[in-house]
């Protein structure tokens, strides 16, 4: 089917969805995502900004989810700062920023980090630990790229025998698309295979094994890496619930469903309205805001460790020791 046919949120959001939090007006707009913007700061220098936007089943919602871009921002510092992995994080202090005022500081601390401008390395590198989403949906199907090496007999949400790399394509619109271990290849060449291969499943193991101590599941994650002055860089946001699969461990079993730490409230939520998942959605009443952004804040905690409210640190509370 052609991409501008296909049903429901493949289609562009709304011009104003779009441009809601384009709200660094001095700075030069560099690329977007559903719920990330990128400016540049100079010709080596990006500021990379999560908003407080959230997307279900595809399509931005109306609402924004209080201090969601914080959260993605603090775990994405939490890894890149514990991770031996080159990459694009310059810093998260905006203060020396000579075109930021004031008021861009206050609103953008927490949520936006200063990043090495990279040349993008045009495929997008998953990797997954369990059977779920887009490899289960084809594993149950007869099979295709992301699970063509797999044992037969496996069930939704089951643990495989070892993390595979599943590499896609990033589709402008809608979603990514798998591809095989060949066609990736094609676009990046087999040394650079090779290498984004053998450092995508080293990052999941380290983050894997860093959340198993907590409690939680990392069931898959996708890395974006780039060139830096001609070295192999791991830029994007990393290892945050947007880009990842989080499942409380006590909550897994293979066979059924596993309720994702943050969203599955919201999408369940969303499934008991009347709403054909084309824009515009329904409205979120102010509890499942709030229901949603203390799962938000939960993930962050039980995955570093560290409470909220101390992010970012040397911010504190007004009256706080
Ligand atoms: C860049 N994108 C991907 C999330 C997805 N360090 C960098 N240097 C140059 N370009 C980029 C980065 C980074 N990170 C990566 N686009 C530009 C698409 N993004 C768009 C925003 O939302």
């Known amino acids: 089917m052609p991409r501008a046919l ?3 949120g493949e289609r562009p959001e709304p011009r104003q969805l779009r441009l809601r939090c384009r709200r660094v007006p001095s700075l030069p707009h560099v690329a977007s995502g559903k719920v990330r913007e990128i400016y540049e700061i100079d010709p080596d220098t990006l500021l990379f900004t999560a908003t407080d936007r959230i997307s279900a089943f595809d399509v931005i919602l109306r609402q924004e989810i209080p201090d969601k871009g914080r959260v993605l921002t603090g775990l994405s510092l939490h890894f890149f700062e514990m991770m031996s992995m080159r990459n694009h994080l310059i810093g998260a202090d905006l ?5 930021l005022t004031d008021a861009d500081i206050a609103s953008l601390t927490g949520r936006a980090m200063l990043v090495r401008r990279a040349e993008v390395i045009p495929v997008e590198c998953v990797v997954r630990g369990y059977l779920y989403g887009s490899a289960w949906d084809e594993y149950r199907t007869g099979g295709g790229p992301a699970t063509e090496h797999l044992p037969d007999g496996l069930l939704m949400a089951d643990k495989l025998p070892a993390p595979i790399f599943t590499p896609a394509t990033k589709a402008t619109v809608g979603h990514d698309e798998n591809i095989t271990e060949t066609q990736a290849r094609e676009i990046v060449g087999g ?8 450092h995508s499943l080293d990052i999941y193991a380290q983050a894997a094994d860093h959340a198993a101590g907590r409690g939680v599941i990392l069931a898959d994650t996708k890395f974006e890496f780039g060139w830096v002055d ?28 596993a309720p994702s ?10 499934s008991s309205e009347r709403w054909d998942r084309r824009p515009p959605p329904p409205d979120l009443p102010p509890e499942v805001v709030a229901g949603t952004r203390d799962r938000y804040i939960e993930a962050y905690e ?10 970012p640190p040397g911010d504190h509370p007004p009256g706080g020791g």
Request: no cysteine; proline share 6%.
């Open 95 to 99: 203060t020396a920023i000579a075109q």
């Open 230 to 257: 001609g070295e192999l860089t791991l830029i994007d946001e990393v290892l945050t619930p947007d880009s990842s699969r989080y499942w409380p461990a006590d909550q897994w079993a293979p066979g059924r469903e």
């Open 302 to 311: 039980a995955i570093t460790g560290a409470k909220f409210n101390d992010y």
């Open 6 to 8: 296909r049903p429901n």
């Open 191 to 198: 040394d650079v295979f090779e290498a984004l291969r053998a």
């Open 261 to 270: 730490f943050d969203k599955q409230y919201v999408r369940e939520w969303l």
